[in-house]
């Protein structure tokens, strides 16, 4: 059994935010030692993804969440992500939803959660990056914006104004979150006549301060909200899109929904949008939700894809994840003849149904 099984075989048996607030601290306090322990995979130069103006050092990242505050980026810049995103942070600090609040699905490999937003307030956040020395921080580092829970949505776009403003300067890029099912009425905000009150807002202060950036999309909206997102990121000069948010399964019970059961769902939303982008291909699609195996991410790219991010299967297989995703950039290098992956991706249309050498 590796030492991450037997931790997770330990932490499954307590309470999920509990483990997780624990791993937080410890990953806070211990990131070298606790990454050295657990880490089993490396990127390699090769393995370095250019797209979007971002610069991943290799095609998987991790998506926000995991670490909503900050507090862990040391620890997880020494493992094999090629970018890590946290968040999501409010302008004001809010606790999120009443507990309990997070529930694994085991037998689904699965997730559902309803946290609500809850962080520690874009002041502190920002306290936290600057903390971290720049040589302990990720490579690539992005930032989820949401806004408060008391927020009116008349004035959600003043939110996401404080926020860009608050992180512009300190991190690689930025995501627009309004598809979270977790703050009420936060989906509404996904209508086009919405979306481009926000993203009119942040126009001038995206002249002064230039950085990537997306929206993140839930897997639940029909076509042709799926087209207004779309015709959002054309006409406000995205970086790209997010694919996908967590998605809403009542007969579960109320919350977001992620892992395996969001899976099928996600790439069926993924799969939509890269066809609508195929003539923008300046306007990237991240891929996250089920991803779980290289061969997710095999996929993506004979869609025309290229980075991706995880969550779940991260806490389900911890680092074996990375490793398998290492190991199968490289078999893939050597099937298909590349140099790297920049080289190999410019021809996804001719990458082989098997990736396996």
């Known amino acids: 059994m590796s030492i991450y099984n037997l931790f997770r075989s330990l932490a499954f048996k307590i309470d999920p935010e509990f483990v997780h607030e624990l791993s937080m601290g410890s990953f806070k306090v211990l990131p070298s030692a606790l990454a050295g ?12 993804l250019d797209f979007a103006g971002l610069k991943w050092t290799g095609p998987l990242g991790l998506a926000a969440g995991l670490d909503k505050n900050a507090v862990a980026l040391s620890f997880f810049s020494k493992l094999a992500f090629g970018a890590v995103e946290i968040g999501t ?3 004001k600090p809010q606790s999120g939803n009443p507990k309990p609040r ?3 699905l085991k037998e689904d490999q699965s997730l559902l959660n309803r946290m609500g937003f809850n962080n520690q307030g874009m002041n502190k956040v920002l306290e936290n990056i600057l903390m971290t020395s720049e040589s302990d921080r990720p490579i690539c580092l992005g930032v989820n914006l949401g806004k408060n829970k008391v927020t009116p949505a008349n004035e959600a776009p003043v939110d996401y104004f404080k926020l ?8 690689d890029y930025m ?6 099912p977790n703050t009420p009425g936060l989906r509404d905000l996904q209508q086009e006549s919405a979306l481009a009150e926000i993203f009119e807002s942040l126009a001038s202060i995206r002249q002064s301060k230039p ?8 897997p639940d909206l029909p076509e042709d909200g799926l087209d207004s997102c779309v015709n959002i990121a054309k006409k406000f000069n995205l970086s790209g899109l997010i694919a996908t948010n967590t998605t809403i399964m009542p007969e579960i019970g109320q919350g977001g929904v992620s892992g395996q059961l969001l899976a099928q769902k996600s790439k069926e939303v993924r799969r939509y949008l890269l066809e ?8 990237a699609l991240i891929g996250v939700g089920g991803v779980s195996s290289f061969d997710d991410l095999w996929e993506f790219w004979r869609l025309g894809g290229k980075a991706m991010q995880v969550y779940t299967s991260f806490i389900y297989q911890g680092p074996e994840l990375l490793k398998g995703v290492c190991d199968g950039i490289d078999q893939a290098l050597v099937k298909t003849g590349a140099r790297n992956l920049n080289e190999m991706l410019v021809d996804y249309k001719n990458l ?3 990736w396996r050498s």
């Open 352 to 354: 082989p149904s098997d």
């Open 211 to 218: 950085s990537p950036l997306f929206l993140k999309v839930a």
């Open 175 to 180: 995501v627009v979150n309004v598809s979270s």
């Open 276 to 283: 609508q982008l195929a003539e923008t291909p300046d306007i």
């Open 37 to 48: 322990l657990f880490n089993s995979a490396s990127l390699k130069p090769q393995h370095q």
């Open 164 to 171: 860009y403003e608050k992180f512009a300067d300190h991190c």
């Open 102 to 104: 997070l529930f694994r």
């Open 89 to 91: 942070v409010t302008p």
